[in-house]
């Protein structure tokens, strides 16, 4: 079955603007995940969607929000961007949020380069 | 969550075993631990997970120990392909996973 499909796969914006980011989970899977990729900061999650709602957010300014469909697909906002937005932006999904024993499938990302 | 602690890097031969080493001292009784890996420009990628109990599957083995206190990763026959950032996490948490820096395994021919 096809994996988690993420959309663009790289995007340039300019300071101030603003972009959505797209991400299609594995079809039955209906808790997204998204998170911040940086060389100085690695890894870092940003919010979890599931039924339409968020169920967890990380620690990121309210520049960066997200929303989920009733398909479970998922988009991520960041507006008024900031050069140190630039990042690889990853979402994952996972069959039923809190559930530890069951892995998460990322996708490749989207590469967000802020000029 | 937990806090992990993992080399920066390690080196190994293609074909040889490899152990990825990782401590969880603070992990609670009920977390999960995951290891994933991240390919050169890819998204990461489960390998494993285990609870109390060693792991097999086709991609990895996992050594838990008696604690539970830390884990090893075992590649029985490193390959070029192998070359990735391996990331240990206590899971606590589902699909919102808390990251550390990763051990960077650089293979040889």
């Known amino acids: 079955k096809a994996g988690v499909t993420q959309t663009p796969r790289y995007l340039i914006k300019t300071r101030g603007q603003q972009v959505t980011l797209s991400c299609s989970p594995i079809?039955?899977?209906?808790?997204v995940s998204w998170y911040q990729q940086t060389p100085g900061q690695g890894l870092q999650f940003l919010f979890e969607?599931?039924?339409?709602?968020?169920?967890n957010k990380g620690n990121f300014p309210g520049r960066f929000s997200g929303r989920q469909f009733s398909n479970s697909r998922s988009e991520m906002n960041v507006s008024t961007l900031e050069l140190g937005d630039s990042a690889l932006y990853l979402c994952?999904?996972?069959?039923?949020?809190?559930?530890?024993?069951?892995?998460?499938?990322f996708g490749q990302g989207t590469r967000l380069t802020v000029v | 969550d937990a806090k992990t602690t993992q080399p920066n890097s390690m080196e190994s031969n293609e074909e040889e075993p490899v152990h990825l080493p990782c401590n969880h001292s603070?992990?609670?009784?009920?977390?999960?631990i995951h290891w994933y890996r991240q390919l050169p420009s890819q998204g990461p990628e489960y390998v494993i997970h285990?609870?109390?109990s060693n792991v097999n599957n086709r991609m990895a083995s996992l050594a838990i120990a008696e604690d539970r206190k830390s884990s090893t990763l075992i590649l029985h026959r490193a390959t070029l392909r192998d070359a990735a950032v391996y990331y240990c996490?206590?899971?606590?948490?589902?699909?919102?996973?808390?990251f550390g820096g990763g051990t960077r395994l650089m293979v040889k021919p």
């Open positions: 994952a999904s996972s069959l039923i949020p809190g559930a530890t024993n069951t892995e998460a499938f």
């Open positions: 079809s039955g899977h209906r808790s």
């Open positions: 969607y599931f039924s339409e709602t968020q169920r």
């Open positions: 603070t992990i609670s009784g009920t977390d999960y």
């Open positions: 285990g609870l109390t």
């Open positions: 996490i206590p899971n606590n948490a589902g699909n919102m996973l808390t």
